[in-house]
């Protein structure tokens, strides 16, 4: 399906920006991104989703043309956020998270009423804690080249090499430092999140995804385990192939997986 409107909707000293695809407010999935990315890195999966009349993709605070963070930022504005969003809509059928997004997403069905919640690979503390000193001299320096350099190699891990080789890609570059201004906020918001016993204790059922290739292995594999402990209602799937980039490296393959959840879903 394709996208038919970008609504704008205010939140606590913010805004965000929602891409809504297909019908502007049939039965709904509303997707949230994490850290790294934006509604525009979502819209390969969101095109393929089928199940819904509606797919709404958020553009969170700190990444055009959604505004800026602000002083109060944290999980708790993130949560305020995203329920902003869900009463956009007058028929939610599933809160979709990706990392961070998972976890905003795993957060807010403590809070209120979610019908089905799924989330890919979601993250939790203590994810990402030792690169919080590099971050924050990064952000306080207004370098984004040094902050995308310590988010791939410190906190996802990436290999020198591999860093460099994206580094020689001008518009890869690019696009990776016009959404890295928050990364420092958003690590450090993982890491100061409450840890609940229960995760999602609100929602009436729970997907949880990771993918075959990262599968035990730190940082997503461990953290996602932490993540699975903390939901035990949670029913737990794999995506044959794929890392924490399958939005982007197998779109059809994730939206494909999603799709089949939301058909054995009830309702």
Known sequence: MEQTIQK???VEGSWVSVDVYGDPDGPAIVVIPGAMADSATWAAVARQLKGWRTVAVVNRRGRHPAGPLTDAYGIQAEMRDTESVLREFSDVRTLFGWSYGGLIALHLANAVTVAHLIAYEPIMAPFGAAALPDLADAHHDGDLDRSVEVALGQVTGMPG???????SDAALWDGLRKVSSPIYHETRSVNDAPLPQEFARQAARIDLIVGERNRGRAPY???????ARRTPRAAVHQL???AHLAHLEAPGELAALVSRLRHSAPG
Not at 221 to 227: A, I, R
């Open 240 to 242: 044959a192939g794929q």
């Open 221 to 227: 594999g461990t953290t996602f385990d932490d993540v």
């Open 8 to 10: 704008l909707v205010d």
């Open 161 to 167: 090499p591999i860093i460099e080789s994206l580094r």
